[in-house]
């Protein structure tokens, strides 16, 4: 270590970028940096990691998460240009928002009532959706209710802890439903869908959907067309998707997910399991989407407010975990005895 270089320790280090010693604690466990330590443990910043968490600092600024920094850090030019061309288009759907809300502001300022904005439809939610259900095992068969349902909706949880039978039973419960299972290409789910037989214009919309889903990066690939072609012939069922990115890699993920969130706002809702940092970005979730967390105790599911320090948060982001570990745990099946 040369005594010429300037070497901060955490709090020096974190006053100097902006941001808490807690910030680049959590930086420092994504990978993001690695800083220095003394032969007491404590860490010390240097010039080249000062500047390192100098760039992830700016690039949080710009709304990326913290699994998408990896990536762009990871060196490939292509990862870094689907990691921006899947941000961007996840903040064109916010301007969308915005614009919404932007309107109603206006509209109250100009003598509008409250009365008449219709809270869940400000966030693109049904408000004509109202289901009850007793939960399926391994729950105890306590009740859930659902009494309005956002464009786009996350069931997240540890493995066994029964978000697949969740989501299955939601299928049941939602009227008109569609349910796309994991083996979705196995069954032949969405078979036919893209063949000469299927109507020109689903056909093209399919086409149309793939072609801009790959120009932000995603790899063409059966699992994607069978997701795409069960997507664009939703109609107006509700669609539920178990493991949304199956099969998919990452690059593809992060595109499918910014198309999720760019779809319109009146398009019918889309529910689905997933357990990927890169499908999910909990940095990026907006008002039209929700979060369903399935507890590892088998306790009833919670809806979590995607903001840290809200109840459930962390306990969300710790499920969630990038692709190429998601890749190394597929397969896995946690098994849960049935008590008698």
């Known amino acids: 270590m040369s005594p010429s270089v300037r070497f901060l320790n955490a709090a020096a280090a974190a006053r100097q970028l902006g941001v808490s010693t807690k910030t680049l604690r959590l930086y420092e466990q994504h990978g993001l940096i690695a800083p220095g330590r003394t032969v007491k443990g404590w860490r010390l910043y240097g010039p080249d990691d000062l500047a390192r968490a100098g760039d992830v600092v700016a690039l949080r600024a710009l709304g990326l998460g913290l699994a998408q920094i990896a990536e762009v850090f990871a060196g490939d030019p292509q990862a870094m240009e689907a990691v921006l061309a899947s941000h961007q288009a996840v903040l064109e759907s916010r301007i969308g928002d915005l614009a919404g809300a932007l309107a109603r502001v206006r509209e109250l300022r100009a003598g ?4 008449r904005l219709d809270a869940p439809r400000a966030m693109g939610a049904n408000a004509n959706l ?12 306590e009740r859930f209710e659902l009494n309005e349902i956002r464009p786009l909706t996350y069931i997240i949880g540890p493995l066994g802890s029964g978000k697949t039978r969740l989501i299955q039973r939601l299928a049941e419960a939602l009227p008109g ?63 539920v998707i178990d493991m949304v990115e199956q099969g998919l890699d990452a690059a593809s993920q992060r595109a499918v997910s910014a198309y999720l ?41 919670v809806w979590v407010v995607p903001r840290p320090g809200a109840p459930g948060y962390e306990a969300v982001a710790s499920c969630l975990a990038p692709p190429d570990v998601r890749a190394r745990t597929e397969g896995m099946i946690a098994v849960i005895p049935r008590v008698a």
């Open 177 to 239: 439903a569609v349910f796309l299972p994991l083996d979705r290409i196995e069954r032949g789910a969405v078979r036919g869908l893209t063949g000469r037989d299927t109507d020109p214009v689903l056909r093209s919309n399919i086409a149309r959907a793939l072609a801009g889903l790959v120009e932000h990066g995603a790899v063409a690939s059966d699992p994607l067309i069978a997701l795409i072609a069960a997507l664009e012939a939703q109609g107006d069922a509700i669609l």
């Open 112 to 115: 509008g009532s409250l009365q």
């Open 130 to 141: 109202r289901i009850a259900l007793d939960l399926p095992w391994p729950w105890g068969g």
């Open 261 to 301: 969130r760019g779809r319109a706002s009146d398009a019918p809702p889309v529910v689905v399991t997933t357990r990927s940092s890169a499908m999910l970005d909990l940095a990026a979730v907006g008002a039209r989407e929700a979060i369903i967390f399935c507890p590892a105790n088998h306790a009833p599911p």
